[in-house]
């Protein structure tokens, strides 16, 4: 390979020397041939492994038909995607983006809409203390995590930060002001915290007598990954709006906000952007959504969920880890000696990837389409280093 200097780039965090080349299904390839089973799949993003195959079938084809024809016009696999996505939730209506923070965003725009016209002009937005929404202005500011508390200061105000699963710090927060409540119904990057059953269900109740918005930030837990399509399909609950990034795109960079109907209050001009129903990314969306609906990986992510679960709670035995969590593929675990940047150091090292929440929290992230063979050997080179 070409000597390529990495000092071209800007540095925004320490990345080991390695150049990823290819992917195929589980595993990522560096320059020197070397293989990695991934555990982290693109970050909570490749749901079908890298290069499946219903995604380069469904780029290929629609990059020689139509890439782009700007915002001004429909395209064919915009309203299929549309439809289909409508047909498998709660929602109504859908836009369209390119990165969960920019679904965010709009979901954000939406409530302040929504407390202008229908809340005598609220504008506030209740958010939960370790929940993450993007690195926007904006959604830095409705995530609230104490290390950028004091970050490119002034925040966008109006955010207000309470604990998860305390449903008295949510009622005592909301009043005439606040537009909405959003959150993650399980915390990903703040260490795959769990909400319960209870309060969501609590929390609905909360927002309807308050006439408040409930948000759901369905980005990473959304499009199977814990175990249903979505993630409010657990709680019995439907939420106003979901936005929803990661999975849907499947390593191509999509988002999306889905909505009902009574919040389809936008004037001409208020929300767009440039490729908003991009048809590649629309064409993708909508082949991956298709997959997992077809093919039962529905099914699998829960089996799979279950032998990952049993196989570190027998590793728990002898192996100091604790605090075992999480809901189908989107799971985590506590060291009891808190090592795990050293650990997953470690696993890279011996070709497995998987991911770091804290120095005391290992979360792993995988394709949905993970088999039994890929978590017996994670486990297996887990144990070497715990
Ligand atoms: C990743 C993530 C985001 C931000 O998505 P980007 O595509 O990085 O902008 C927002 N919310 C949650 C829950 C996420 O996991």
Redesign the pocket.
């Known amino acids: 390979m070409v000597q390529l200097s990495k000092e071209n780039l800007l540095y925004v965090s320490d990345k080991p020397d390695i150049v990823m080349q290819s992917g195929k299904g589980m595993i990522l390839k560096d320059h020197h041939g070397k293989s990695y089973l991934d555990f982290i799949g693109g970050?909570?993003v490749n749901v079908l492994g890298h290069s499946p195959k219903c995604m380069i079938r469904a780029l290929k084809k629609q990059a020689k038909k139509l890439i782009n024809a700007s915002p001004s016009f429909y395209n064919k696999p915009m309203l299929e995607f549309a439809d289909l996505l409508m047909k498998n939730s709660c929602f109504d209506r859908c836009f369209f983006m390119?990165?969960?923070?920019?679904?965010?965003e709009g979901a954000i725009k939406l409530a302040r809409k929504f407390g202008q016209v229908k809340k005598n002009g609220a504008y506030k937005i209740i958010t939960t203390i370790g929940?993450?929404?993007?690195?926007?202005l904006a959604?830095m500011s409705a995530t609230g995590k104490q290390i950028w508390k004091d970050l490119f200061e002034p925040k966008v105000p109006g955010f207000v930060h309470v604990p998860l699963n305390n449903i008295e710090a949510m009622n005592s927060s909301i009043d005439e002001k606040t537009c909405a409540v959003m959150l993650?119904t399980i915390?990903?990057?703040g260490g795959v915290n769990e909400a319960t059953f209870e309060y969501i269900k609590q929390l609905r109740q909360l927002c309807n007598k308050t006439n408040t918005l409930l948000i759901f930030?369905?980005?990473?837990?959304g499009f199977g990954r814990t175990g249903t399509l979505f993630a409010y399909e657990h709680y019995d609950v439907e939420p106003d709006i979901i936005?929803l990034?990661?999975g849907i795109g499947g390593g191509y960079?999509l988002?999306a906000m889905l909505l009902k109907e009574e919040l389809n209050i936008f004037k001409p001009g208020e929300q767009g952007g440039t490729y908003t129903g991009q048809p590649l990314g629309m064409a993708v969306g909508l082949a991956i959504l298709k997959e997992i609906l077809k093919k039962d990986v529905l099914t699998h992510v829960n089996q799979m969920s279950v032998f990952v679960i049993e196989s570190l709670k027998e590793m728990q035995k002898k192996y100091p880890i604790e605090n075992i969590r999480g809901k189908g593929m989107l799971l985590a675990f506590d060291l009891k000696e808190g090592n795990a940047y050293q650990i997953t150091k470690k696993c890279l090292e011996k070709g497995l990837i998987i991911n770091a929440i804290s120095d005391k929290t290992i979360r792993l992230i995988p394709p949905l389409i993970v088999k039994k063979k890929h978590i017996l050997e994670m486990i297996a080179i887990l144990k070497l280093f715990l």
């Not at 390119?98 to 965010?104: M, P, V």
């Not at 930030?217 to 837990?221: F, L, N, P, V, Y």
């Open positions: 970050w909570a390119s990165t969960g923070a920019e679904a965010n929940g993450f929404h993007g690195r926007t959604t993650e915390q990903g990057e930030d369905e980005i990473q837990t936005t990034g990661k960079p988002s």
